[in-house]
């Protein structure tokens, strides 16, 4: 099913827009993006999955890491690309966040398809993604050895983060609902 004029979100965040398209693929989702930094300050955006996943080589180094799934009820499912927390326990190895910098005034365009579903295919699936404001003191050990450069960030951007989710995209119809939701993540406090 080609993507319609439904099928494509525009949010505004905090210094930044996402633009979304979904289309059904079989059972699945492929999601095209765009995400632009409207601010004066760099950004880095959660979209590049961990270490871990590099290292176990589940993942090449700058691509688009798999997203994290929640399903609710069978019925819905949230797709994110989000800074986690760090485990507990930690493990021996930790999942590091990746992320990619957005300058001001930039743009940078990925996509993804997800289709590995716990149950059924969903009737509703959104997708969130995490945006937090690029400070060189939580960024290290950068790597340009695959798609887009990378660096790893600080498990703290977990609870400093805004997350932008896309309204509800109907499989069966190839349409979004019409609500958006922006959080800001602080300190482990959500701000809706």
């Known amino acids: 099913m080609p993507p319609s004029d439904s099928a494509h979100a525009h949010l505004e965040g905090e210094g930044v827009t996402l633009e979304a398209v979904f289309a059904r693929e079989g059972e ?5 993006y765009r995400i632009r930094n409207t601010g004066t300050v760099p950004l880095v955006v959660f979209d590049r999955g961990d270490r871990h ?10 691509a688009v890491g798999v997203p994290l799934l929640r399903e609710h009820g069978g019925t819905r499912a949230t797709l994110s690309h989000v800074a986690r ?5 930690a493990p021996t190895v930790p999942p590091t966040p990746l992320a990619r910098r957005i300058a001001p005034g930039a743009h940078v365009d990925a996509n993804f398809g997800f289709s590995d579903w716990l149950a059924s295919t969903p ?30 960030v600080d498990f703290g951007y977990a609870d400093d983060q805004q997350v932008l989710c896309t309204p ?8 979004f609902e ?11 406090v959500r701000d809706a």
């Open 28 to 32: 699945g989702v492929r999601v095209d």
């Open 53 to 62: 996943a590099v290292l176990t080589r589940r993942q090449a180094s700058g």
């Open 85 to 89: 927390a760090l485990p507990t326990p």
């Open 123 to 152: 009737a509703l699936v959104q997708w969130c993604v995490g945006i937090g404001i690029a400070d060189d003191a939580r960024l290290f050990s950068s790597d340009d050895s695959g798609e887009v450069q990378v660096w790893q």
């Open 168 to 175: 509800w995209f109907d499989m069966t119809r190839g349409t």
């Open 178 to 188: 019409k609500s958006v939701r922006v959080e800001r993540w602080n300190r482990g």
